[in-house]
């Protein structure tokens, strides 16, 4: 994305850098205070309150980088999940979200050419608006739908309904569906993405950018990106996106006031007069009485199980399918895809119709990942190669990462800060808070339990302690003393916890030596209480 402000002009690599990691840490910090919240059974809450809950700890060196952040929110929020901050859950709107393959797809057809050949062979009735669904449990015409043009009777149906429509009511069901499901209803959220379409007779653009990224100082007001159409499909149209708040205002105002806004956003943009669109289209999903909405997102308090819930069947005779029925992947048309096939197998019983589940990431575990590849290469930037060196030799040679890559020790050593202690120094006390882990690079430690001053255990070089704390209620439950002139490279546990997410194979080893050690301590306790 080329990234501009407003009023400054295009921003150079670095500040570009810059401003990524600010975001990064704003991210980090809402994603350990999700998992805090998790840990702690707390109510759910909005983007928008974890936001504000955090921003205190994120480091502000100037009001550009505030505009920053506010516009990473909103890209996030807002122009990806179609929601409001204020609505959009923390806890779970990326809950068990699956994704697979990078960046975005684009048909240079459209989705058009998908339906055209999904339809081939089926009978299809148009322009037959459905207004009620009625079911029972009789052996004769279960099912019989109704529309202003006929009746239709069948012994099952599958209702594909969006998520808005189902919220409206505009559909009767008879009788009316159960509370339970109601109730999942009203917790799915439905986004809204507005899109306007501007179209020009010649391009003034660079056409090879595929997104223009403009930071403004009243991001709620303004959209966060252009996209260029003719990137992808030869086409010389800019493409405006707004989610939320803002893209149901997009959708609602007069065609003058949405043409005459985008062009004021387009000459923000590019600093220049633009020529008059030969043509304008506008999306208007959100007050499309087929669909009343873009797609579903999770509010505060709903959760994917709810998806789930929606498409559970009612007895042999009403199914669902549709995008806010995929608890791992809603609000996409593959999600939209994959719950057809789910309902075709339901009914069959022919299993093989699901496609091959794939292990595919998790949303927020590639998000995570991506950002602690950026947080690591800009560490590594701030050392030296031969301190680098060295302090992979050292973490090579532990139990915990010998068998992790030079490449990944290289991430590892550049966040490590190095702790001196002369002999008989207290490293840390049994009870203490615990928020760093401990590498010996040089000298031993005396670990001891209780008030007894004796060792149970004394480590030296490449030794990996104090990670206990990351893995119970991060208290120390030892004290740890320098037996000698030591030299400790020391970790916090919120970098170290991004590194082991990052690279399973270090956790596991880490937990192992966790476990062996815990089992050690306690049976020296045990020895110590059967002598009394």
């Known amino acids: ?161 969006p998520l808005g429509v189902l919220k409206s009511g505009r559909v009767q069901f008879r009788p009316a569906l159960s509370e339970f499901k109601q109730k999942a209803i009203d917790r799915l959220g439905v986004a809204t993405v507005g899109k306007i379409f501007l179209f020009f007779n010649e391009i003034f653009w660079d056409k090879n950018q595929y997104v223009f990224g403009h930071i403004t100082s009243y991001t709620m007001n303004q959209p966060t990106h252009i996209v260029n159409l003719w990137k ?97 992947q809603w609000g996409s048309a593959h999600g939209a895809y994959i719950s057809g096939l789910r309902e075709a197998a339901r009914i069959t019983g022919d299993a093989s119709i699901l496609p091959v589940r794939l292990f595919s990431e998790s949303r927020r575990q590639r998000s995570m990942v991506l950002r602690s590849s950026r947080f690591f290469n800009q560490q590594m930037r701030q050392m030296d190669e031969s301190t680098i060196r060295k302090r992979i030799q050292i973490l090579g040679n532990t139990e915990v990462f010998k068998t992790v890559s030079n490449n990944e020790l290289r991430l590892l050593a550049s966040m490590l800060k190095e702790k001196k202690y002369a002999a008989g120094e207290i490293i840390c006390r049994q009870g203490d808070k615990a928020d760093d882990v401990f590498v010996v690079a040089e000298g031993r430690i005396e670990v001891r339990l209780g008030i007894e001053r004796r060792a149970i255990e004394i480590v030296g070089m490449r030794a990996v302690v104090g990670e206990f704390g990351m893995f119970t209620n991060a208290k120390r439950n030892a004290t740890l003393v320098a037996s000698e002139s030591t030299v400790l490279l020391s970790l916090d ?40």
């Not at 990691?21 to 928008?48: G, M, T």
């Not at 058009?112 to 009735?125: C, M, N, P, Q, T």
């Not at 499309?288 to 505060?300: I, L, R």
Request: one cysteine or more.
């Open 232 to 328: 992808t499909q030869g086409i010389p149209c800019l493409q405006i996106q707004a989610g939320g708040d803002l893209g149901k205002w997009l959708e609602s105002c007069s065609a003058t006031e949405a043409e005459a806004w985008a062009k004021r956003f387009l000459e923000s943009r590019f600093e220049m007069t633009i020529p008059k669109p030969s043509r304008v289209i506008r999306s208007n999903w959100s007050n499309d009485e087929f669909s009343f909405g873009a797609f579903t997102y999770m509010k505060v308090g709903g959760k994917p199980d709810d998806a789930r819930i929606l498409g559970e069947p009612i007895g042999d005779w009403l199914y669902f399918a549709g995008e806010a029925t995929n608890p791992f």
């Open 1 to 161: 994305m080329e990234l501009h402000r407003e009023r400054v002009g295009s921003v150079n690599q670095d500040d570009k850098w810059t401003s990524i990691l600010a975001a990064d840490r704003l991210r980090d910090a809402v994603e350990n205070l999700r998992r805090e919240a998790v840990r702690q059974n707390r109510p759910d809450f909005s983007i928008a309150h974890a936001v504000k809950e955090v921003m205190p700890q994120i480091s502000l060196t100037t009001s550009l980088i505030h505009d920053d952040i506010a516009w990473h929110a909103a890209l996030f929020a807002r122009e990806d999940w179609g929601a409001p901050a204020e609505s959009l859950s923390t806890l779970y709107c990326e809950e068990g979200y699956e994704v697979y393959g990078y960046g975005d797809s684009v048909l240079v057809d459209g989705y058009g050419s998908l339906v055209a050949k999904l339809e081939e062979g089926l009978d299809i009735r148009l322009e037959e608006v459905v207004s009620s669904i009625e079911f029972s449990a009789s052996p004769v015409g279960k099912v019989l739908v109704r529309t202003q043009k006929a009746d239709y009777r069948g012994h099952r149906v599958i209702v594909t309904l």
């Open 493 to 532: 546990y919120d970098r170290f916890e991004r590194f082991l997410l990052a690279f399973s194979e270090s956790t596991l080893k880490l937990f192992k030596q966790t476990v062996q050690k815990f089992i050690a301590q306690q049976q020296v306790l045990m020895s110590r209480e059967a002598k009394r």
